[in-house]
T-cell receptor, first 109, second 115 residues
Framework: RKEVEQDPGPFNVPEGATVAFNCTYS??????FFWYRQDCRKEPKLLMS???SGNEDGRFTAQLNRASQYISLLIRDSKLSDSATYLC??????????FGKGNQVVVIP | AAGVIQSPRHLIKEKRETATLKCYPI?????VYWYQQGPGQDPQFLIS???????DKGSIPDRFSAQQFSDYHSELNMSSLELGDSALYFC??????????????FGPGTRLTVT
């Protein structure tokens, strides 16, 4: 079983709509959680860290549920430029990152 | 702001050749990580260094070695290349004492093609 599970999609989202997706992680000892964005053939870019209390950055909101071991990302008022793959990422105590396969988001005009 | 620099950006090698990939972390970052991303796959952790010492080792083949130098740049040496080594190789860096040492920033990657 993969350490971080994501539904790859694609998620076809009308421009201006809200889209949300989750990922689950299997290692309860995981310490830190992130969402990265990756455009085709480019490097992963840190979108936001995810804190237990939840956090928001503009149109993006992330939530962490440690009891159920899942992380969510919500994008409001989707823009065409939001089209990308969103990688759910978990860090264990040894600092290595474990990636999910990503949620592919396509924002449609 | 300065980002992670990787060179070369593209590399084409033949089977059984060797390759050296270089990574220059963000200034004042002391930790470097190497990841391999195959076609359609998510990045897989290879190895990391903190203050020039290996700090963690993942699924790195024995044919590969890496080190971090006194200026904090890192090199990934790959020998006896195989077709399956064709992938994007990312370097990431972080700063251990920043209070945000969990956050890793990725370079643009080196695309290695083995023919």
């Amino acid at each position: 079983r993969k350490e971080v599970e994501q539904d790859p999609g694609p998620f076809n989202v009308p421009e201006g709509a809200t889209v949300a997706f989750n990922c689950t992680y299997s290692n309860s000892a995981s310490q830190s959680f992130f969402w990265y964005r990756q455009d085709c053939r480019k490097e992963p870019k840190l979108l936001m860290s995810v804190y237990s209390s939840g956090n928001e950055d503009g149109r993006f909101t992330a939530q962490l549920n440690r009891a159920s071991q899942y992380i969510s990302l919500l994008i409001r008022d989707s823009k065409l430029s939001d089209s990308a793959t969103y990688l759910c990422v978990v860090k264990r105590g040894n600092n290595r990152l474990a990636f999910g396969k990503g949620n592919q988001v396509v924002v449609i005009p | 702001a300065a980002g992670v620099i990787q060179s070369p950006r593209h590399l084409i090698k033949e089977k059984r050749e060797t390759a050296t990939l270089k990574c220059y972390p963000i200034p004042r970052h002391d930790t470097v990580y190497w990841y391999q991303q195959g076609p359609g796959q998510d990045p897989q952790f290879l190895i990391s260094f903190y203050e020039k010492m290996q700090s963690d080792k993942g699924s790195i083949p024995d044919r590969f070695s890496a080190q971090q130098f006194s200026d904090y740049h890192s090199e990934l040496n790959m020998s006896s290349l195989e077709l399956g080594d064709s992938a994007l190789y990312f370097c990431a860096s972080s700063r251990a004492t920043s209070g945000r040492e969990d956050e890793q920033y990725f370079g643009p990657g080196t695309r290695l093609t083995v023919t």
